[in-house]
């Protein structure tokens, strides 16, 4: 395993790797602080790829001025040893510097998709991720990249953003790993102490009762929002942001829910930590390799 620190070295290794080996490259773009969540992205890369990197890279342009950039939890000796342990090829951890060169100033903004759900409290965050993503994907040409499921508005995005600007990268989405509660794995769970951790389990009890409204006929949008809204509110620590009933491509919200893929999305803020979390509806609908646990 080599780990890169430039970018120039990045893509030359990538361009030798597919033009002289003629070998698949699978990314999986993380900012480190790996858990369970990364690997099982890790897994399905070295199982589907010839060749894995993994890019490290806590990425500035995706934070906004009053969220943890500075405190984001950084440790590539740790995700490093992780790493070796799944037989990954690279790992990709440049600099600020590397990826937004002196005087960077073109930015790529996925429309429409980007200003709701998560874009409402975190204005300008997609358009970090959409930017640092299309420069991962120039830099390393990936055939195929993996995304998390607990992630589902990025997900949506990156897939629009490969589809618009014809990038020739195919994006797997997989399943959200959870704990036994389950907690969505998140870096962000570090945050929690051990009575918020336990409060934050009402999250995923919530999108489970949603899923069996709907098992059992509920196709009323408003009224399922209303099921997740209502259990969330038992758990007096919890502070809801938002509940989303949507098409799960366009994001587009549903009052009255059809066979198309479903999107119920939430964002709950416990003590001083916001976690998000979802689960598809009609998942058979949804396109292939989209797929969640809950
Ligand atoms: O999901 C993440 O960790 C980040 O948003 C990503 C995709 C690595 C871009 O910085």
Known sequence: MEIINRRQRMSSVARKVRREQDQT????????????????????????????????????????????FSNYPRDLTKDTALLTDYNVDFIFAPTVEEIYPKNFS???????????????????????????????????????????????QQAVIVRRMVRDLAFDAEIVVMPTVREESGLALSSRN???????????????????????AHKGGER???????????????????RIDYISVADADTLERLEKMDDRAILVSIAVTIGDTRLIDNTILNRAKQKEAVTTQV
């Open 190 to 212: 570090a945050y929690l102490n051990d009575e918020e951790r336990h409060a934050a389990s009402v999250i995923y009890r919530a999108l489970k009762r949603a899923k069996e």
């Open 25 to 68: 490259i699978g990314l999986v773009p993380t900012m480190g602080a790996l858990h369970e969540g990364h690997l099982s992205l890790v897994r399905e890369a070295r199982r589907m790829c010839d060749i894995v990197v993994v890019s490290v890279f806590v990425n500035p342009t995706q934070f906004g001025p009053s969220e943890d």
């Open 106 to 152: 073109t930015y790529v903004t996925v429309e429409g998709l980007s200003e709701q759900l998560e874009g409402v409290a975190r204005p300008g965050h997609f358009r970090g991720v959409a930017t640092v993503v299309a420069i991962l994907f120039n830099l390393i040409r990936p055939d195929f990249a993996f995304f998390g499921q607990k992630d589902a």
């Open 220 to 238: 009323s949008g408003s009224r399922i929002a209303g099921i997740v809204r209502a259990t969330i509110e038992t758990e007096p620590r919890a």
